[in-house]
């Protein structure tokens, strides 16, 4: 006799979100509150929604800040986010731009390591994504934009 155990596990999301904006600074914000809102339905504690609003902050301004930079239409300067989270409270946002792309994924995500030395920025960004985050993920093509996908398990 032959069972076949199925995997009983959904890797359907129970819900999902999408929203697209322009690279303004106040859309930052926004941006933090519409995903804090969308995990609260997973009853996170107080830490695991200030970590996500953290992550969240650092990817969008990273869009605002250096995706669009040598791009003189800014009509085109959006920033797509969407969300997922899953029965086993998995929630995975993923934050792209159309931009200008990263050379060097690995040395781009080195701590400290930063682009632009004139705004004083300190090159943390990805670490902090890193650190509150169970899994950082980075795709990116010169000229063609970068993904940023944040994998973080709420309210387990
Ligand atoms: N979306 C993006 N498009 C193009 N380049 C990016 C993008 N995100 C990050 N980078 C590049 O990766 C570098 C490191 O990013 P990171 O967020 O770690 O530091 P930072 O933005 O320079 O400083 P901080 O986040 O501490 O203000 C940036 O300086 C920039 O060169
Ligand atoms: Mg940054």
Do not use: W
């Not at 941006?31 to 969008?60: G, N, W």
């Not at 669009?68 to 792209?96: F, H, M, N, Q, W």
């Not at 004139?118 to 993920?137: A, P, Y």
């Amino acid at each position: 006799m032959v069972i076949i155990l199925k995997n009983i596990v959904s890797t359907k999301p129970i819900n999902s979100i999408k929203c697209v904006f322009p690279i303004k600074s106040v859309n930052e914000g926004l941006s933090r509150m519409i995903i804090a809102a969308f995990i609260s339905q997973l009853d996170p504690t107080v830490s695991e929604l200030s970590d996500m609003k953290t992550v969240i902050s650092e990817a969008v301004t990273n869009c605002i800040v250096h995706a669009y930079k040598d791009i003189p239409d800014k009509s085109k300067a959006l920033v797509y986010i969407s969300g997922e989270y899953y029965t086993d409270g998995r929630v995975i946002i993923k934050i792209k731009d159309k931009g200008i792309g990263i050379e060097n994924i690995k040395q781009a995500r080195e701590p400290l390591y930063t682009t632009d030395k004139e705004s004083e920025r300190s090159g943390m960004g990805f670490t902090i994504m890193e650190s509150f985050t169970d899994k950082l993920r980075v795709y990116s093509k010169k000229g063609k934009g970068t993904t940023v996908v944040l994998e973080k398990r709420i309210g387990l």
